[in-house]
């Protein structure tokens, strides 16, 4: 078990473009979340996908995020049109219900900049 | 989920006790406290929890006021690499799913 792997840790992107992160979850994991943390912030949570079903969305998840999880394995999270306030660490963590809460698993995150 | 407070900051010495407070006076009677922390460059990573008896670990120990309006994480012999922001949540569930609202944390340096 390698945990929640994100891809890629470091994003710099130019303000305009479209960007894309992974988040490979823990395997057995059916429930994936994704959270955004700005400086000197706690993460916010964003939304969440139970199998590949998106259940919940916070306000946070702007028209031009959107986010994935087509076969209920992997996620993607994609943001368009970047702009500066989108820069922050973009955090993917998984659980599946009856392991408790150490089941649930944070990933190291994506970090964007954008310039 | 109730709110929390907590200091945003705080120095400790290494080998020594830490003590983090946290305060979550509307919490409601079948809400948790939870803790977690954040390494730099890390996601968060739990802790320990509790319902009102206090409760320890390998990792800490967890003090909670009979009142459970507040409480406190004590790292018990504090080492460098304890080095990270630590996050007091409370929530209805114990089970690991559903979302987790953090607040802006306690930053906690462990010197030399």
């Known amino acids: 078990d390698t945990g929640v792997s994100q891809n890629p840790r470091h994003k710099i992107t130019k303000r305009g473009q479209n960007v894309t992160f992974r988040c490979d979850p823990i395997?057995?994991?059916?429930?994936l979340y994704w959270y955004r943390q700005t400086l000197g912030q706690g993460p916010e949570f964003l939304t969440y996908?139970?199998?590949?079903?998106?259940?919940?969305k916070s306000r946070l998840l702007s028209d031009r995020f959107s986010a994935e999880r087509p076969k209920g394995s992997f996620s993607t999270l994609e943001i368009q049109r970047t702009e500066q306030g989108d820069s922050a660490m973009y955090l993917c963590?998984?659980?599946?219900?009856?392991?408790?809460?150490?089941?649930?698993?944070f990933g190291s995150g994506t970090r964007l900049t954008v310039v | 989920d109730a709110k929390t407070t907590q200091p945003p900051s705080m120095d400790c010495a290494e080998g020594r006790a830490a003590n983090l407070p946290c305060n979550h006076s509307?919490?409601?009677?079948?809400?948790?406290v939870y803790w977690y922390r954040q390494i730099h460059s890390q996601g968060p990573q739990y802790i320990i929890h509790?319902?009102?008896n206090n409760e320890t670990n390998e990792m800490a120990s967890l003090i909670i006021t009979e009142d459970r309006k507040s409480s406190t994480l004590i790292l018990p012999h504090a080492t460098l690499r304890d080095t990270a922001v630590y996050y007091c949540?409370?929530?209805?569930?114990?089970?690991?799913?559903?979302?987790?609202?953090f607040g802006a944390g306690t930053q906690v340096v462990v010197t030399p």
């Open positions: 963590a998984s659980s599946i219900p009856g392991q408790g809460v150490r089941g649930y698993t």
């Open positions: 395997s057995e994991h059916n429930r």
């Open positions: 996908f139970q199998n590949e079903a998106q259940l919940e």
């Open positions: 509307t919490i409601s009677g079948n809400e948790y």
């Open positions: 509790g319902l009102k």
């Open positions: 949540i409370v929530r209805v569930t114990t089970d690991s799913w559903g979302k987790l609202q």
